[in-house]
């Protein structure tokens, strides 16, 4: 898929996904919905620099010139989080699993799942932290989707985090290269965060 492709069906798909009000719970619940399975496989696009905003085109074209002028530091951070086993995706769906255990009455269970939720990282990378040139940040923007034992969607929404207003994470290039544990613990809280407004716990 050429870069411009990307760029519709990145708008497109957040257009679709945008203004969803309520989190997965109550939906399941309406449903009778009580045992639920994760899907094995989260569909992602590959890393990219600066989030792309809901619908603002000239948000989106600014990101994709991002891409291009930190694909080198894109590319060395891909290589670092590959070689110390830093998935993102297997975190999004290790972590959603362990925030509907914690937040919720809706039981993971593989066989006896009466529901599904399907994952997709709509987006994910790195960003400037607040107003500073130096200092990274990593962001997600996850979709997802309730449907019951019959495919019927129940419940679909977006969940994110803004880099302007994240706090205690962020690093220059430099420092996540020394340290990937602390790559690693930032990804952790920006996949909770934006799980947090995915599932509405907040």
């Known amino acids: 898929m050429n870069k411009t492709k990307c760029l519709f069906a990145l708008l497109i798909s957040a257009v679709l996904l945008a203004g969803c009000a309520t989190g997965p719970i109550e939906p399941a619940k309406k449903a009778g919905v009580k045992t639920v399975k994760i899907e ?41 989080m590959h070689d110390n ?31 599904t939720f399907i994952l997709r990282l709509q987006q994910h990378g790195f960003d400037d932290l ?3 040139l130096t200092k990274k940040v990593p962001f997600v923007v996850l ?17 994110n985090n803004v880099a302007m207003r994240s706090k205690d994470v962020g690093a220059t290039w430099s420092e996540y290269r020394a340290d990937p ?3 690693k613990r930032d990804w952790e809280t920006q996949i909770d965060a934006a799980l947090g407004v995915l599932l509405r716990l907040k």
């Open 40 to 80: 094995p496989r989260v569909d992602s696009e590959a890393m990219r620099f600066g989030q792309v905003q809901q619908g603002t085109l000239t948000a989106a074209l600014t990101a994709l010139t991002l891409d291009a002028l930190k694909s080198k530091q894109l590319t060395e951070m891909t290589a670092l």
């Open 85 to 115: 086993g830093i998935d993102i995706p297997q975190m999004v769906r290790e972590r959603f699993a362990v925030a509907l255990k914690n937040n919720s009455d809706l039981q993971v269970d593989e066989a006896k799942a009466e529901g």
């Open 130 to 132: 607040g107003f500073s």
């Open 143 to 159: 979709a997802a989707e309730l449907q019951d034992g019959t495919g019927k969607r129940l419940w679909r929404g977006m969940g």
């Open 181 to 183: 544990a602390l790559l």
